[in-house]
């Protein structure tokens, strides 16, 4: 018999928690800041109470299922990683269980490894792959450290990560390129865009073309508007091709954003020629953690 | 007749003064951290005099150039960019002066431009290049942001920036990969250089190769003190790739650097096939502006 399901995606600076009906229905949803870096060890128990603790006296039956950083060595205990490729039948076996009371477990499960050239990992986006429910298929998870990951045959072949976020961040924020960009004015973010694409593909690489932000603006050729924009597109166009360099230039690409990540990586790989099946995270984590859940009951 | 000549590189955060006898001899130098970002408006002749006030005193005949940020638009007077490709001698009708006292003027260097695809600028590394006396070749001048050049019958011809070294510093300092860095130990130079050589080869781009040095660590398979090196090595790497994608693959390259940035450049592009020319950056200053005043004087 299916159970109704509490499950939370906890990362480390946010928790999104989910009750989930024994027919597979949302019933409830949040999102709250307490990520794993604002829980002290021990606080584990006290922290579920304050994000789902409603959730239990909703549904006392509820099997709970927990996903991301919350499993790893900074988290509340550590669920080894899986080494790809990995079905999700195994992603189910090597879950582990806490205990929230003494009367009641949870389930946390194991994050993905690959050794493929490099050694990389990731926590909490194998559920989100796992959701999209792919035989065989490229999916694209974009992020402070973005995720490419290849699917066949069912199982999570390979991935790999790309500091897309973090870099853009340190560009726009931190570095010289900073002090000329503006808030974009009309116009400014299709420009940006359509410069910081063609930059992405310039024979310099990326460490050229991020520099053009600065001497296009100088010779006011560019408003100082369109410097965003350029560094989005630039470096979501050098991940498109860095991928592509990876996993070969699938026409299809499964893409789980939404808001401005959904737009800007849509609108590149749209650019790039990729036919782009755009899933929101929610949806596909609570695809990937009731099929991990009935995994874990089988 | 030669006159004695009193010389400034005159950048953003410091000055490098020199005075240099009717000979060609340096007969002093200095270096100082009074770059233009620290000058006022109004505040170059007081600056000037406290640079090189006994270098005048000195050699009260000397011709005075400047080169660098001070004829930027936020340095004493701009200079305007003289545009590729460009011979010393066009270099040197494109200087300006500026009024030290009512009765000495001094020499303002223009800055180079290039636009071959994308915009690009220099000021003061033109005078380097002049420098080498090259008829034709490749010259990499490592820093903040490095440039690389090709001269062709003793003119610049085209020239590119790289962030390389801003991009470093932001990556080993401000991003998630400095929490993992610690101070290197015995070979952990050795072994980051060499990861990082194979990262900026690797398929994946520079995106995905940079958080292999987060992975890497985390599962203890690169010490803390290789994630330094590696970041070097890669970025780099990366920019030497660029620069061969923009310039072709020249057997031989004119390193214009020293310490710490001779090494890895020499380092990277040693490892890259490339026949390494080193000159220290004073000595091709000094060569450079010597050769640009003789233009002048002509």
């Excluded at 949040?30 to 789902?52: C, H, K, N, T």
């Excluded at 230039?249 to 020629?273: F, K, N, P, R, T």
Aim: proline share 4%.
């Amino acid at each position: 018999m299916p159970k109704p399901l509490i499950a939370l995606d906890w990362g480390t600076t946010r928790a999104r928690a989910f009750l989930i009906s024994d027919k597979g229905e949302v019933l409830q949803r949040r999102v709250a800041d307490q990520g794993i870096q604002s829980i002290s060890a021990g606080g584990y128990p006290a922290a579920f109470e304050a994000l789902a603790g409603d959730f239990r006296r909703a549904a006392p039956d509820a099997a709970i299922v927990l996903a991301g950083m919350v499993g790893s060595r900074n988290g509340w205990i550590e669920a080894p990683y899986v080494a790809c490729p990995a079905a999700p039948q195994d992603l189910a076996a090597a879950a582990i269980t806490a205990e929230l009371d003494a009367r009641t477990t949870a389930t946390i499960l194991p994050g993905l490894s690959c050794d493929d050239g490099a050694f990389d990992v990731m926590r909490g986006e194998e559920t989100l792959i796992v959701g999209l429910g792919l035989a065989d298929g490229i999916a694209c998870l974009p992020g402070t450290h973005s995720k490419w990951a290849e699917v066949k045959d069912g199982r999570i072949v390979r991935f790999a990560s790309f500091m897309t976020g973090e870099v853009y961040g340190l560009l726009r924020n931190n570095s010289i390129l900073g002090r000329l960009a503006q808030e974009p004015q009309a116009g400014d973010a299709d420009e940006g865009a359509a410069r910081g694409r063609a930059g992405a593909r310039r024979a310099g690489g990326l460490l050229n073309s991020a520099f053009a932000a600065r001497t296009e603006v100088l010779a006011g050729r560019m408003p100082g508007g369109a410097v965003g924009p350029y560094l989005s597109a630039l470096l979501v166009g050098q991940e498109i091709l860095g991928a592509e360099a990876l996993f070969g230039g699938h026409s299809q690409v499964h893409l789980v954003a939404d808001g401005a990540l959904a737009e800007s990586y849509g609108g590149e790989l749209a650019a790039a020629g990729r036919e782009v099946r755009l899933v929101t995270p929610e949806d596909a984590f609570v695809a990937g953690v009731k099929r991990l859940a009935a995994g874990l009951q089988a």
